[in-house]
């Protein structure tokens, strides 16, 4: 009668409402049966003890660069392996729909730290497609791994229309003709089933390349009468618009989230990043929610986006995105393919001054709290500093200025100094009051990019562990039902996608979790060469025995801490359409 049988287990529905001990039969791709007594076993060729374990809906990863990634490995194994079963793509203004293998790498390479050679080959050897309705289709021919659901990149359209150097000037707006382009592809992806679109505004991302290299992403030279034109067209089709305000302008952020007003016509869907508990500015943690709070009583629909663990991000010597929000640190990254010449800039006394009033100016928005004695030194040659901050290692050294401890290092030892901070997020009470926020999305896990900075693949387990451990501690702050709620159905109701429920008749997406296994292994990073990178290694999780069973469109793809050879080669998920 059945393909696979998850027995036994406690089920949720991805609804929020009581979860409940059932045996589940799933048949030709979807959940046939949910019952309260065993199922026929007869025949069946897969069945999985759940005693005692968590059967939940896949989990939906709302914020991922998997755009390249997703071309090279379409089983994306590294979410798969820890229960996201559905991700989405082309997020900060970026997709591959329409951009040319260059133009790509200068848009991917440096933003998202994804080399730019194996951006270039990648969309080289398998761009196919010339549309957004032949890019979906391209996709749903891949074996895919997770399901996949798309926005349109407004750099994307912008660059392809207007050419990558027009795209990023100043004094440069698109022709009547290029504007109506642009609203041409933005219709046809929606008509193809995208989500929306990826829009951006915020300055430290900066391009790669030779040509336009370190200018900011054509998104961010857009004029107000451009986005508005586009923004019409999401909020004629109720699709979603996927914003990043510049943190140093909160004009921004206010306009972003303002566009979400209806008002005399339909709300547009809004969904911003990021919502944050930032250690270089506390109060801004009240904002967030109340910024969400007035656009829904003005009409609105509108939501932050929220990694709900802790941002640590680790770094090789200066090769790190924040260092982009101030003039010195980006003019470091600006050389970062000549490398003897940014070493002679980290060695000048005027570079290092001019670095030194970046570091030291403590007010005003940014991202990271510039605070090298909260840099914990982690990889280095020398075996004298491990262990220790860049602030520490300047008062053992005399006295140094911190800024002179890491450049010192930096320029001795280069991306062989591998040191790690917490940005964000490092306040449990706050990251609580985030999680239930109706007002906040649970994602932005930037999956597939940043490769050699950090891993937030397990963010929907570790979310579970800390409800759990709350609940279990007579404190909780949301039940466990809201909490699996949060990370799968409600974000698949708002986004329009067929994911993120486990009833009669769903997608069987599904994901088996033995909580006694949601622990410490959660918090710790492992390195993994990455083959389809040249075995770069990239930072991943590991907490197999967490996940006892993964199961996409009805196909066991992993469990037991192994991956399921049928994983990337047989198709298992599929191109989400937004409904």
């Known amino acids: 009668m059945f393909d696979s049988i998850i027995k036994g287990g406690r089920w949720f529905d991805g609804t929020g409402a009581p979860s409940a001990l059932r045996h589940i039969g799933i048949r030709d791709g979807r959940v046939a049966e949910i019952s309260a007594t065993p199922l026929d076993e007869t025949d069946c060729p897969r069945v999985v003890d759940a005693t005692g374990q968590w059967v939940i809906p896949g989990m939906i990863d709302i914020h991922t660069h998997y755009d390249v990634e997703v071309l090279l490995d379409?089983?994306?194994?590294?979410?798969?392996?820890?229960?996201?079963?559905?991700?989405?793509?082309?997020?900060?203004?970026?997709?591959?729909?329409?951009?040319?293998?260059?133009?790509?790498?200068?848009?991917?390479?440096?933003?998202?730290?994804?080399?730019?050679?194996?951006?270039?080959?990648?969309?080289?050897?398998?761009?196919?497609?010339?549309?957004?309705?032949?890019?979906?289709?391209?996709?749903?021919?891949?074996?895919?791994?997770?399901?996949?659901?798309a926005f349109l990149g407004h750099s994307d359209i912008r660059a392809a229309v207007m050419g990558l150097d027009r795209a990023t000037r100043d004094e440069v707006r698109p022709s009547a003709g290029e504007l109506e382009s642009m609203e041409r592809a933005l219709t046809e992806a929606l008509d193809a089933g995208f989500v929306g679109m990826s829009s951006q505004q915020l300055l430290f991302d900066k391009l790669d390349g030779q040509v336009c290299r370190s200018r900011t992403l054509p998104s961010t030279y857009a004029t107000s009468r451009e986005r508005s034109r586009l923004n019409t067209i999401l909020r004629r089709r109720g699709r979603v618009l996927q914003g990043g305000p510049d943190v140093a302008r909160p004009q921004s952020l206010v306009a972003m989230a303002a566009s979400s007003i209806g008002l005399w016509r339909a709300p547009l869907k809004v969904s911003l990043l990021s919502a944050a508990d930032i250690k270089a500015i506390p109060g801004v943690a009240k904002v967030f929610p109340t910024i969400a709070r007035v656009i829904a009583l003005l009409g609105g629909n509108f939501r932050w986006q929220h990694l709900p663990v802790p941002f640590e991000v680790y770094s090789d010597g200066i090769d790190l995105p924040v260092f982009e929000e101030f003039g010195s640190g980006a003019a470091a990254l600006h050389l970062a393919d000549q490398l003897d010449e940014r070493q002679e800039l980290l060695r000048d006394e005027a570079y290092r001054r001019r670095f030194r009033k970046d570091y030291d100016k403590k007010?005003?928005?940014?991202?990271?709290?510039?605070?090298?004695?909260?840099?914990?030194?982690?990889?280095?040659?020398?075996?004298?500093?491990?262990?220790?901050?860049?602030?520490?290692?300047?008062?053992?050294?005399?006295?140094?200025?911190?800024?002179?401890?890491?450049?010192?290092?930096?320029?001795?030892?280069?991306?062989?100094?591998?040191?790690?901070?917490?940005?964000?997020?490092?306040?449990?009470?706050?990251?609580?009051?985030?999680?239930?926020?109706?007002?906040?999305?649970?994602?932005?896990?930037?999956?597939?990019?940043?490769?050699?900075?950090?891993?937030?693949?397990?963010?929907?387990?570790?979310?579970?562990?800390?409800?759990?451990?709350?609940?279990?501690?007579?404190?909780?702050?949301?039940?466990?039902?809201?909490?699996?709620?949060?990370i799968t159905g409600e974000l698949a109701d708002w986004y329009g996608l067929d994911a993120g429920h486990l009833r009669v008749g769903d997608r069987a997406d599904l994901v088996v979790i033995d909580p006694d296994c949601l622990d410490e292994s959660l918090d710790t990073y492992a390195e993994q060469p990455a083959p389809h990178y040249d075995n770069l290694s990239r930072m991943v999780n590991r907490n197999d025995d967490t996940v006892t069973a993964v199961f996409v469109g009805g196909q066991y793809v992993f469990g037991g801490g192994a991956i399921d050879p049928a994983l990337g080669t047989a198709r298992a998920g599929r191109f989400l359409r937004a409904a």
């Open 74 to 149: 379409p089983g994306l194994p590294e979410s798969v392996r820890h229960g996201v079963t559905t991700v989405l793509v082309g997020s900060c203004s970026l997709s591959t729909v329409h951009a040319d293998p260059e133009t790509a790498g200068d848009l991917f390479g440096r933003v998202e730290a994804i080399p730019r050679e194996h951006v270039v080959g990648a969309i080289g050897e398998h761009k196919s497609w010339h549309s957004a309705g032949e890019y979906a289709a391209a996709l749903d021919a891949l074996p895919l791994g997770p399901n996949v659901a």
């Open 363 to 486: 007010y005003g928005p940014r991202v990271w709290h510039r605070d090298f004695f909260d840099a914990e030194i982690v990889e280095c040659p020398d075996p004298a500093v491990l262990g220790k901050t860049f602030g520490q290692v300047g008062v053992d050294r005399g006295g140094l200025h911190p800024v002179d401890a890491f450049l010192d290092l930096v320029v001795e030892h280069g991306p062989k100094v591998r040191w790690r901070t917490t940005i964000s997020n490092h306040r449990p009470e706050v990251l609580d009051r985030f999680a239930a926020d109706p007002g906040i999305q649970l994602g932005f896990s930037d999956a597939g990019a940043h490769l050699r900075n950090m891993a937030f693949y397990n963010f929907g387990l570790r979310l579970l562990r800390r409800v759990w451990e709350a609940e279990d501690a007579g404190r909780p702050f949301m039940t466990l039902e809201h909490a699996v709620h949060r």
